[in-house]
Structures are given as structure tokens and as C-alpha cells.
């Protein structure tokens, strides 16, 4: 989305990435250990708003997608 491709590990973290170079924009690690279930990602926008949404186990986060915060 906006050049950045978003994505989710196996290991519970979201991250953004420059899509034409690869660098890493930002991590968000929400602290889970091991494995389980990842829910997925969506992007969403409102105007100035941009979120990532991330459901891992019964979690949902809601990251800012500039920021990953």
C-alpha cells in the first residue's frame, strides 16, 4: 500500500517494508512467545488515518501503518 508492504511472521511480529528495496521500515512485536495461530493483517484508511490491523491468537492490534505503533 503507498509503496510499503506489510506483513506478518511466524513468530507473531508485523512488519513494513520498503517495496521496491526491501529495507525494513518499522517491527511491531507484541511480546507473544512460540507459535500459534496469526489471524492476519488488513490495511484500513480514513483520510489522514492509517491503520494495520493484526489479529495473533485472540489478539487484535491496531498499529498505526506510518509507525508500527
Known amino acids: ?31 507473544i512467545a512460540g507459535h500459534g495461530a496469526n489471524r492476519g493483517l488488513v490495511y ?3 483520510r489522514d488515518d492509517q491503520r494495520i490491523f493484526a489479529g495473533v491468537q485472540s489478539f487484535l492490534y491496531a498499529l498505526n501503518a506510518r509507525t508500527g505503533r
Open 1 to 31: 500500500m503507498n509503496g510499503i508492504l506489510f506483513g506478518l511472521t511466524s513468530r507473531h511480529k508485523v512488519v513494513a517494508l520498503d517495496a521496491a528495496s526491501g529495507k525494513q521500515l518499522w517491527k511491531f512485536d507484541p511480546g
Open 44 to 46: 484500513w484508511a480514513e
